[in-house]
Each structure stands twice: as C-alpha cells, then as structure tokens.
C-alpha cells in the first residue's frame, strides 16, 4: 500500500501508542535543606571591657599605634567607649594617648610596655649582655632590674654556674625558677603589670636589706651625663638596688642617649662601668670620656668565654 502520511517530523513530539497511560508527572524535589540559601552569619558578640581593652593593646603593641576611627570599626562601639579604654589602658602603663588614636613609643612622661622594649634593639641588648656575662663571677650574688636590656644576660647565668640572683623582674623569676644552680631572691611589693614587675615604696625597702657583689641595671633616658627614667616607682627601686651592691653597672644601648624622661635616676659617674653598643654615636662616646666616665662599648655578634 502507498504511504499517504508523508515523512515524520523529526521535531514533533512523539506520541505512545494507543491505550498507554500517560506518565505521572515528576514530583516536586523535596526541599534540601543544604541546597537552600545559606543563614545569614550571626553577628560576632560584642566584647566585655577586659577582652576588649586587652584587645586594643595587643594591637597597639604589635604595630606601634593605633587610630581611634579604626578601633571604633573593629569592635564595633563609639568613640566615646574607645576612649574610655585608652585611658584605662594609659593609666596601667600599656599604651599613651595622641591625638586621634595611641601609640606604644616612649616620650619623656611614658615609659613603653615591657612587651614592646622586649622587640627593640634586640641585637643590641644581647651584645651588651653578653660583655657583661663576664663581670658576673659565680658564686656572686647578682642584682637585675626589671629592664628589658638585662634579660638576656639573667638568660645566660644558668650556663655559667651557681649564682644568687636578686630581682624584681617577674620575668626573671619566672627565667630562672627552675635552674637547679640559681638561687633567686624575689624583690615583693606592688605589681605593676605594664612593667611585668614589682615596684614601689616596699620593694625598694626590701631591696635596701641586702648587699649583692653586683647589680646589672638599665635606664629609658640618657643625657647631659646623667640617666633618667619617666616613672617615678621605678626611679625608687633603681636607687635602692644600686645602694644594695658593691659594684654597680649600666647597661644601655646607644637609642637610649639623648631621650628625656622626667626623673633623674643618678649622674652617670656613680656607675662602676657602663656598657653600650658599637652604634653609640662618637659625640656620646666624647662626653662620656670627658666625664670620667668608664665605658666599653659591646660588638653585636661577639661570643664571650
């Protein structure tokens, strides 16, 4: 028989044969929970005032300063509030207020944290400790302060033999309380957490009760022939430990002459020796040898026996 329906069409749909039941339309997909919009995020619980204050001083302390406007954006409060953590954090000593925002560098009337010394002039402080190693025979009762430029060389005893230190240094009662050979002499008092240390009226009296071979001590300021420091609680234990030893010996790097700070610990002279680093300008090497004033200036990178 001829074909009368013509060609197919390719593009038509194709039909089921008669009889055949259409096919039940797709069921709707259930929901997935994991394919649905994600929630959003909950917003990050503001901080209470400790977590808060200690937040801002890791960050002034880690880069140096700090504006109020950023502050204001990271924590999410008012610039009244960022306020009134910069000056509880100023009072305690970790931070000084400028305009617009804080900064962790010393000035004449602040004296930084005792984290931020710790990262300065590294090299130097451990050049300087390292001469001063020397001088600290052992079986001697030693005296350090709670200087950042001492610690290398309280680091340093435990290598070298028995030793009686005296200290007001947390740091340093906490490097050398398990050193078998060190026996440590806590200087108690008033803790001072900016200065990782105990200072005060009662500290420098107990310091006063002791009499040590030698006392290793820092300062923030030299000038004019003298050192200087900007708190006054220090400038007190300093005082007494120096009147505590028989030999008394000023580590200082060359950054810390000609600063300013408020209180005058004592004229260089009154130190049996003063040890700087090879960067002390020729200027300040002059005054000190026009002073009378003994000196040795440290090489970064020297090995002492």
Known sequence: MADTGGTPDASAPATAPAGTPAPAPAAEPAPDAKSGPA??????????????????????????????????????????????????????????????GATAAPNALFES????????????????????????????AVIIDDSSTALPLARSLASRGAYT???????????LAEEPDIRVIALGGEYHAAFNAFLGMSTADIARSFR???????????????????????????RALMAAARRKVLLVDHSKFGRQALYELAPLADFDLVISDEQLPQEERDALQSLGVRYELATEGARRA
């Not at 030698?214 to 708190?231: M, R």
Request: aromatic share 4%; glycine share 6%.
């Open 165 to 175: 230190v005296i200290t007001n240094s947390l740091q340093v009662i906490n490097e």
């Open 39 to 100: 929630p959003a995020p909950a917003p990050e619980a503001k901080l209470g005032p400790k977590d808060r204050r200690k937040r801002i001083a890791d960050r002034v302390l880690a880069e140096g300063q700090v504006s109020i406007e950023d502050l204001v954006q990271e924590l999410g409060v008012s610039q009244m509030t960022v306020h009134r953590d910069l000056d509880s954090l100023e009072h305690q000593g970790w931070l000084r207020k400028v305009r617009g």
């Open 113 to 140: 944290n005792a984290r931020w010394r710790g990262n300065e002039q590294v090299a130097a402080k451990e050049a300087i400790c390292a001469a001063a190693l020397a001088i600290a025979e052992p079986g001697q």
């Open 212 to 238: 040590a071979d030698v006392a290793f001590l820092s300062t923030s300021a030299v000038d004019n022939g003298h050192c200087y420091h900007q708190a006054q609680e220090n400038v007190l234990v300093k």
